[in-house]
């Protein structure tokens, strides 16, 4: 999954490469080894611009919030929420006070080791409005 402009732009020359790569592929002698590697390549640009894609939809605002059932199950939709609510690695760390890095670690696991405090300010931080009903 792509998290920031930065992995946008390198999945972009990924593609790019992969690209190249396959045409190179195209001009060898049609073979099964061939077959395999340009299929391999065609499966990787199929993969990056699908990720590509998934981004600039978020990108775009374009995000409906799912009904989660358990407390656990939020911390994988930040990242997504974040990048729909159109705030960065660097503006989120701003607003929580801590360095663009601790937030790229806390998505390298999504979230998977914050804290629920956390979690709450995080959201807060990027205007997600939560509510909580126990049962019983």
Partial sequence: MIKSEA??????AQ???????????????????????RGSYESMIRQLEDE???????????LTLPHFERLDQIAPSIV???IAKGV???????????SKQVISRYEESDYQTVA????????????????VILSA
């Fill in 88 to 98: 960065s690695q660097t503006e989120l760390a701003r607003r929580l006070g801590v």
């Fill in 116 to 131: 629920i405090t956390r979690l709450q300010e995080i959201l807060d931080a990027i205007g997600v409005k939560t509510a």
């Fill in 52 to 62: 590509l894609w998934e981004y600039d939809q978020m990108k775009s605002g374009e």
């Fill in 80 to 82: 997504k929420i974040r």
């Fill in 7 to 12: 992995q946008r732009d390198r999945t972009l």
């Fill in 15 to 37: 593609i790019e490469g992969f690209r190249r790569a396959l045409a190179k592929a195209d001009e060898e002698k049609p073979g099964k080894r061939s077959a395999a590697i």
